[in-house]
């Protein structure tokens, strides 16, 4: 079974500029969530999407954005990218949602670095 | 609100020898905790989890983790260290409240070393 698949893996954008991250799930899992890992803040999660509903959302400005599409795949988006906006996003899936979701599986992660 | 402490920013270990990687809780009712490990320019793999039942859980590649509530702790063990277990590791509590079901809270991560 595949597992979480994250396009691109690396990518480099100037201040400014946006930028969209993809997700695809291991196949039947129907939740996906976004976390932003940096040195500093370390993992932080932004959002969940369940059934193509954002049903969570973390401590993030506007500027960040998700969606998730009828086969589970989804993406993320930010605009007017800032130097802060550099980390690795890592997507994960589960089977379901709420307590009886169970782990979480990852993704390799979407470095990107703002210039 | 729920938190998760690792309050060790590195192990270091020799190899052969016993590892633990310390993790502490603090959440409301009862605590869903998990242990992830990261390899450089990797994402997160999943080692174990605690829901209920046994307080000791055995996960992946040997590793075991002793859940002790009345420290509020979920410590991450190895009987024998090898250097292959050198990467950054990653204790999480699920965000019970509400209808958080998506959301972990990660600690700071340790980084574990292991010498030949």
């Known amino acids: 079974k595949a597992g979480v698949t994250q396009t691109p893996r690396y990518l480099i954008k100037t201040r400014g500029q946006q930028v969209t991250l993809s997700c695809s799930p291991i196949s039947g899992h129907r939740s996906v969530s976004w976390y932003q890992q940096t040195p500093g803040q370390g993992l932080q999660f932004l959002f969940e999407?369940?059934?193509?509903?954002?049903?969570n959302k973390g401590n993030f400005p506007g500027r960040f954005s998700g969606r998730q599409f009828s086969n589970s795949r989804s993406e993320m988006n930010v605009s007017t990218l800032e130097l802060g906006d550099s980390a690795l996003y890592l997507c994960a899936s589960s089977q379901g949602r709420g307590l009886d979701a169970g782990e979480l599986f990852f993704g390799e992660g979407s470095r990107l670095t703002v210039l | 609100a729920q938190s998760v402490a690792q309050p060790e920013d590195q192990v270091n270990v020799a190899e052969g020898n016993p590892l633990t990687v310390k993790c502490t809780y603090s959440v409301s009712g009862n605590p869903y905790l998990f242990w992830y490990v990261q390899y450089p320019n990797r994402g997160l793999q999943f080692l174990l989890k605690y829901i209920t039942g046994d307080n000791l859980v055995k996960g992946s590649y040997g590793f075991e983790a002793e859940f002790n509530k009345s420290q509020t702790s979920f410590h991450l063990k190895k009987p024998s260290a090898l250097v292959s277990d050198s990467a950054l590791y990653f204790c999480a509590v699920r965000d019970a409240s509400g209808n958080q079901g998506g959301k972990l809270i990660f600690g700071q991560g340790t980084e574990l070393s292991v010498k030949p």
């Open positions: 999407y369940f059934s193509e509903t954002q049903r």
